[in-house]
């Protein structure tokens, strides 16, 4: 069993910054492909930035690319999304995900931290 926190939301104006965190349970965290994504009021969730286990390769999405980072410190079991020039159209819940499985599925997800950004 995997739990998975995350914190760092909030409310930010346009053109300001957050660092998102989540800290993971568990022995193996340095083994888990980790993700985060998000769901605006009235979406479906979104894939936001990805990175592997060793944090040697990270993806992430078109709309975020060049203004937010993952991250991760296996030594903490913990994992970062850096987020800068944030827009109004980033206002959502993040979540955090892992993918511990040989599948690469994402199989287990946090609560998700709550990110406002004003015009």
């Known amino acids: 069993q995997v739990q998975l926190v995350e914190s760092g939301g909030g409310l930010v104006q346009a053109g300001g910054s957050l660092r998102l965190s989540c800290a993971a349970s568990?022995?193996?965290?340095?083994?888990?492909?980790m993700g985060w994504f998000r769901q605006a009021p009235g979406k479906e969730r979104e894939f936001v930035a990805a990175?592997?286990?060793?944090?040697?390769?990270?993806n992430h999405a078109n709309s975020v690319r060049g203004r937010f980072s993952i991250s991760r410190d296996n030594a903490k079991n913990t994992v970062y999304l850096q987020m800068n020039s944030l827009k109004p159209e980033d206002t959502a819940v993040y979540y955090c995900?892992?993918?511990?499985?040989?599948?690469?599925?994402?199989?287990?997800w946090g609560q998700g931290t709550q990110v406002t950004v004003s015009s």
């Open positions: 990175i592997t286990s060793s944090g040697g390769f990270t």
């Open positions: 995900a892992a993918a511990t499985t040989t599948t690469g599925r994402f199989d287990y």
């Open positions: 568990g022995r193996t965290f340095s083994s888990y492909r």
